[in-house]
């Protein structure tokens, strides 16, 4: 056996004597470099697909060249102005420094003045106001007022404001039992917190999921896999938590496919995604079966509520037919739902679910060792406003199971109606089948961004989709009464794009076509992100 060796010693040295020490030195570092490049290559090929990792190589070859950057620099500012459609020259005039002397109760007349520079936006915008009438009357008038009467209030300081802490504390046991709490099914555990917003609520499942993941299962490269159709906050969640994102395309329902899901799961896998109903389309994805699949892998399923959550248990009381979308779903470890949206409440308010207590607790920070003294903070934000946590739980306390029941009646019916209706004008149709307040359209014989601008010249502010090109709007109590002229505003444009294709003028229709047709992704974010730097 020594002999063996000592002979292919020999051997090796013998051949390796023919090259230079140093080329022998650097040989083996030149093999991991290229390995690791090969390794990197592939896994952004199989992440972004042949197509989308040549188009992106060959803009940043293009790019090396002076006069093509230029000129793409140049489009690219062109688009950004456009979208900003006038915004620079109004930064123009804003203050940028302190005032010498103070103005005192004067600054309201001057707020009042600038808020009459506003967008009409009663009864015609999708979504963006939930609550019914006017600012200063009804339900508007009361949240107002509890909102003012605890403006000053934090509940960092458990100590010294008791009351927006027991807000809090209730507010998110009222919304638990909503969603199904009280089942026996859902363990008794149900905790959570108020958050700022779904985006906040989103943001804080995904980085508990991920924590608890590496404690359960020992984790550190976290994947987390979603339908195309859900949420751009767990795009912000991937960036943010360094998590792997894997989109995976919906099925001809729009809803999550849920093999397709399957495919992708791996042993990094910490976290799938279902949505009830989806921002996009307003379709209910199939919660029951993708609790299965969390179970059957042992990972974390967080499902998107923050629009169904004030609906869709009042929904299924007033029978309507609601597919299992709660804890009542074995495999379902944590819920969004926004108390802004239909539950009435302040802008600025939302909740974070969990199945019980040992995951809720990876959503904390404890610091031992500052010099401030020991801290821990349950969100994101350190101190919060509990003027907007006292605002939800008085919306939720002044309107009870029947004032939800109620709302939910109107804007179901209302959501119906605008379905029907659309159906019955030829040139569009429905996308997929809403299973909500949300109603999708698109046309394949006219230019459904064309339609928009047309609407929007109406008044009306609509959402403008892609995959398809589509519209939506979002129906709230503010669209009760204004079913008919939506119905008939719509038609109207509809005709006119028909009789008249083709842009108009300061419209936005070639932008959101170019950007729907523009193969590289990597411009389309650029722009994006240039619109947004020039715009805050």
């Not at 109004?90 to 707020?111: A, F, Y």
């Not at 609790?291 to 007033?318: T, Y």
């Not at 939720?396 to 109606?417: F, R, W």
């Not at 229709?509 to 619109?531: C, H, N, T, W």
């Amino acid at each position: 056996m020594a002999s063996a060796v000592l002979r292919l010693r020999a051997s090796a040295n013998s051949f390796l004597s023919q090259y230079e020490p140093l080329a022998l030195l650097l040989a083996p570092l030149l093999a991991v470099l290229v390995a690791r490049a090969v390794r990197s290559f592939v896994g952004i090929l199989h992440e972004r697909g042949l197509k989308a990792t040549f188009i992106g190589f060959f803009m940043s070859c293009a790019k090396l060249v002076p006069a093509v950057k230029s000129y793409i620099d140049a489009e690219k500012q062109k688009v950004v102005d456009q979208l900003q459609s006038g915004g620079q020259s109004k930064r123009k005039s804003w203050r940028t420094e302190l005032p010498r002397s103070g103005m005192g109760n004067g600054v309201i007349d001057m707020m009042k003045e600038e808020k009459r520079n506003d967008a009409v936006w009663q009864g015609k915008c999708s979504g963006t106001v939930y609550i019914r009438g006017s600012e200063c009357e009804g339900h508007f008038s009361l949240i107002n007022e509890a909102c003012s009467m605890f403006a000053h209030t934090n509940p960092l300081h458990l100590d010294v404001f008791h009351s927006v802490v027991r807000f809090e504390a209730e507010v998110v046991a009222m919304t638990a039992a909503l969603l199904g709490s009280k089942e026996k099914v859902s363990g008794g555990q149900i905790c959570g917190n108020m958050t700022s917003g779904g985006t906040e609520s989103i943001l804080l499942a995904v980085k508990t999921s991920r924590d608890y993941m590496r404690a359960k299962k020992g984790i550190t490269s976290p994947e987390m896999i979603i339908p195309e159709s859900a949420h751009s906050a767990y795009d912000k969640a991937a960036q943010y938590f360094n998590i792997k994102l894997w989109r995976v395309p919906v099925n001809k329902e729009f809803r999550a496919d849920v093999k397709a899901i399957k495919r992708h799961i791996n042993r990094n896998t910490i976290l799938i995604i279902g949505s009830a109903p989806g921002f996009p389309h307003g379709i209910i994805d199939p919660i029951e079966e993708l609790g299965e699949l969390a179970s059957s892998f042992n990972i974390c399923l967080h499902v998107d509520l923050c629009l169904g959550g004030f609906v869709l248990p009042f929904a299924r009381k007033l029978g309507y037919p609601v597919p299992p979308f709660d804890f009542s779903v074995e495999g379902v470890t944590s819920i969004s739902v926004d108390v802004h949206k239909y539950g009435l409440a302040p802008k600025g308010t939302s909740v974070v679910l969990y199945r019980n207590h040992d995951i809720r607790k990876h959503q904390f920070v404890a610091v031992t060792e500052w010099s401030g003294g020991l801290y821990v903070s349950p969100t994101m934000a350190g101190s919060r406003p509990g003027g907007l946590i006292a605002g939800a739980w008085a919306a939720m306390m002044s309107l009870g199971e029947e004032g939800y029941l109620e709302n939910t009646k109107e804007i179901m019916e209302a959501s119906k109606k605008i379905e029907r209706g659309i159906k019955e004008i030829p040139e569009i149709f429905i996308i997929g089948r809403p299973d909500m307040t949300l109603v999708a359209f698109g046309s394949d014989v006219i230019d459904i961004f064309e339609v928009n601008d047309i609407m929007s010249s109406k008044g009306w502010h609509l959402n403008a989709l892609q995959r398809p090109n589509s519209l939506h709007i979002c129906v709230t109590l503010q669209h009760v009464p204004m079913v008919e002229d939506f119905l008939k505003d719509l038609k109207e444009s509809v005709n006119t794009v028909k009789e008249n294709p083709g842009p108009i003028s300061g419209g936005k229709a070639p932008i959101y076509g170019a950007a729907g047709k523009m193969p590289d992704r990597g411009m389309v974010q650029e722009l994006l992100v240039s619109f947004m730097d020039g715009a805050c």
